[in-house]
């Protein structure tokens, strides 16, 4: 369990720590120390603040304080003319030292260190209020057990003036709260997203298959981590702020029950961790089965036709079934452990509202202390049983928040860039493959072996084959998707190569979106747009789909003869210096195919086809033919008819 702990606790500031901190060694420990420092800090301000707020009111209505506020006048005067003065002189010049000490590294930072010290200063500022209302709370008590009108009237106004304040400062407090883990989630999410999509991790995901739901993950658990996060550290802060501020005030009305509610709280956090320990795996799998539940409901949105052909609404339907009982069982089992915590929670809750009574009872009734003490005392209570009972009150969140900080985790783990093993690529002016071993991703199937040879020469290449040789699995080895296996592969830069699969693929946007995908930077007028697109015969295209600045799902929109089509139209206008072509003109007939070989031709664009018609080899003057394993062979076209010919 301890193990579990320190694992759960290594992988939460991993991930929050950079927000605030950079990633190096130590540095969580230096940002456990600037938090401290930057609390020790406020609590400074707020104390000269509260101190000469309490000297100004003595200046100017000397018999007001002394009725409202005589005993804080006096200990602040005697913190003064005491050496007591120098700890909260340090309070102040300490923090401001250390942070001064790590300034290159909060500098970058600074503006999430803002809004954490107006959001700490806030909750500091909440917390003297309901200091402030405890003695308030205790004087208007005592004034009314006194009969003393006066005295109770002025405390109503001190209740209204501590209301008055209270209320913009917990509205604020709330609201930089929530921008404040607004401007975090942008932050992470910009970070994930950004290696999401460097190194095409996001392909790696999807061929392994160890990842389910990215999406999830990228938009709920994020929005979730920061929430909690940012929710949980206020909470924790704010509880030490109670802790340290009403300790005092429960100490001067009963030792004893400083102890009381220690022992009681200690026990109570004890019992309720041990329960609760079940819920971590059951949340984590609850948020995996509602994710698959609801993939495969999208899966079926975007494959309604193909379904409708196959009649294949009783398998799906089964297959979704499958997964909601899975997320039925998960839950049922979920609710049951919340209901055993919510009977220890819930009689936890319960007694400290009398056991403060209880514990003063004897004092009071002996007349030691008045009952606007026990009031205070029984506030005080509370507050610091409150502040010591964080894992009782919050462990269904705690356990919530576990589980989205290991999904959250694994998939920062998946999409961490790590050394390349396998097939080395290295950037060239031509195609070369040298003794390259191709294997599936999962490892488990060798697809070719030893493959070596030289494209130079070979202008435009088509590669051939049984199906299952590993025709297309080699235009991903070149592309650099697939990558386990050996050998050495030197292509162009990717910037010079242009892919095109069977089924291209359609963005989501406009039609001027989708022809110039992925360079949507470049400015090109619509006339020009028009004449690519006569030159694949879908001249029809904008007036049949509303125009360039149309947003369709093209997708359902067009064939899949005219989504080929449009990847040629986008092939024309970025122009690259090669193009790689995977039965890219599957969906054609033999005329529209005829017509954009030719303009690849004309464009003087090299290019790499697989196919299985015969018919493109018209356009290439090479073929290379797998056969299996290590069984390969480059032949001109001519070379390869004949073969063909005799082989048939």
Known sequence: MEQVKRSLWKRFVTIAQPYFFPDIRGGSWALLLLLIMLVVFLFGVLFTIVAGMTWAGNHFAPDLTAKIASGLLSNITAIFHSKAWLVFAGCLIVPAGIFMLFGRHVRSRRKSWMLLATVLSLSLCWTGINVSLSYTANYFTNALVQKNQDLAYLFVGVYFCCFMIGIPVVAFYYYVQNYMGMRWREWLTDEFLEKYFGNRSYYEIETHAEIDNPDQRIMEDIRSFTRTSLGLLLIILGAMMDLVSFSGVLWSKSALLVGVVMGYSLV?????????????????????????????????????????????????????????????????????????????????????????????????????????????????????????????????????FAASIERLSSFADAITPTPVHGIQIYETDRFALKDVTLLTPDGDRTLFQNLTMDF????????????????????????????????????????????????????????????????????????????????????????????????????????LGEQQRLAFARLFINRPGFAVLDEATSALDGENEAMLYQKLQELDIHYISVGHRSSILDYHDHVLELQGQDQWELLTVEDYRIKMGKTS
Not at 315 to 336: C, H, M, S, T, Y
Not at 369 to 378: E, F, R, S, T
Not at 482 to 488: L, M
Not at 491 to 517: N, T
Request: net charge neutral.
């Open 268 to 400: 109570g956090t004890l019992l309720a961790a041990l329960i609760g320990r079940p819920l971590i795996g059951l949340n984590f799998n609850q948020l995996r089965y509602e994710a698959d539940f609801r993939y495969s409901l999208v899966h079926v949105r975007d494959n309604a036709e193909s379904i409708a052909f196959y009649q294949g609404e009783k398998p799906e339907l089964a297959q979704i079934g499958d997964r909601f009982r899975k997320v039925l069982g998960n839950f049922n089992l979920l609710i049951g452990w919340q209901r055993n915590l919510s009977f220890f929670t819930t009689g936890y809750s319960y007694l400290p509202a009398v056991l403060p009574f209880l514990v003063l009872f004897p004092q009071y009734f002996s007349g030691q202390i008045a009952y606007g003490d026990m009031v205070q005392a029984n506030l005080a209570f509370i507050q610091i049983y409150a502040s010591l009972s964080l894992i009782v009150t919050q462990m269904e969140q705690i356990t919530n």
């Open 456 to 559: 130079e020469g070979s202008n435009n290449l088509v590669v051939g084959g049984q199906s299952g040789v590993g025709k297309s699995s080699l235009l991903r080895a070149i592309a650099g998707l697939w990558t386990q296996g050996s050998g050495i592969v030197l292509r162009p830069a990717l910037e010079e190569i242009f892919f095109l699969p069977q089924k291209p693929y359609m963005v989501l946007g406009s039609l001027r979106d989708q022809m110039l995908y992925p360079r949507m930077e470049l400015e090109i007028p619509d006339d020009e747009l028009r004449r690519v697109l006569e030159s694949v015969n879908l001249a029809d295209l904008p007036e049949r789909s509303g125009g360039f600045k149309a947003k369709l799902i093209w997708a359902d929109v067009l064939s």
